[in-house]
């Protein structure tokens, strides 16, 4: 019935298994599951991993368990699945992928709405990070503080207090990430081009060639990760040779 666990998070794998079969229609409301012995055969896992499974799926209200009585799918699981809003569990560094990625999409539609938006004061701020982020240049800084500032203006231009809130909640969650990017060999003058380009388009009103610019942004900075992503496992491999 069940196909085999191999990957990691072994409950979380064995919760979307079931989740699916209810969803194809295979399992239906009120139906016993087998019990914890003949599901972890089933599986290929631990019993301990199907016990935390179960807990998962009763914890959603789409399973019961009954002392002494087995476990058996609750009424309306199949609406509860469907309306759940349902986050797997993930390891710190994928969750900062979701988070760079949330970034990326927000910020490009952010670009668009501030060329349509932003007005003198907001060009002025714009600018003065700009401005910012050369002085840490000439002084050999981080350029962290301009680079964060930049992006929070340019999400304040939108005059969308939500936008701009959560644009400054993803740059401070991501404040280490982006200070380890900066500090990559030619990144900040890089950055600094980059983002006098963004600036030009909004001041122009050119929201077509903003989000362009923020894409090519996005996926420089993307690949620096990588690289830099690459190097610390080289080191980690090196050290256990």
């Known amino acids: 019935m069940f196909q085999n666990i191999k990957s990691m998070r072994v409950s979380d794998q064995i919760v979307n298994q079931i989740q699916s079969q209810i969803v194809e229609g295979r399992l239906t409301e009120r139906q016993k599951l087998p019990n914890e012995t003949e599901l972890s055969q089933q ?58 990625e949330a970034r990326e999409i927000l910020e490009i539609k952010v670009g668009e709405l501030a060329c349509q938006r932003a007005d003198v004061l907001d060009l002025m701020k714009m600018e003065k990070t700009l401005t910012m982020m050369q002085e840490s240049i000439d002084r050999g800084d981080s350029g962290i503080k301009a680079d964060i500032l930049f992006h929070q203006c340019m999400a304040m231009a939108t005059k969308n207090q939500i936008i701009a809130g959560i644009v400054r909640s993803l740059g401070t969650t991501m404040k280490d990430m982006r200070i380890q990017t900066l500090a990559y060999p030619g990144r900040l003058v890089q950055c600094l ?8 388009a909004i001041k122009e009103k050119d929201s077509r060639k903003c989000a362009e610019l923020l894409r090519q942004h996005f996926s420089a900075v993307a690949q620096i990760r990588t690289a830099l992503s690459n190097e610390g496992n080289g080191r980690s491999r090196a050290a256990n040779e």
Do not use: Q, W
């Not at 631990?46 to 476990?71: C, D, Q, W, Y």
């Not at 058996?72 to 760079?100: N, Q, T, V």
């Open 43 to 100: 599986f290929g896992v631990s019993r301990a991993s199907v016990r935390e499974a179960l807990m998962i799926l009763e914890s959603k209200g789409v399973v019961e368990r009954r002392k002494n009585g087995g476990t058996f799918l609750c009424k309306y699981c199949l609406e509860k699945i469907l309306s759940a809003i349902d986050f797997p569990r993930k390891l710190d560094s994928e969750m900062f992928d979701d988070l760079y």
């Open 193 to 200: 081009k980059e983002h006098r380009a963004i600036y030009n």
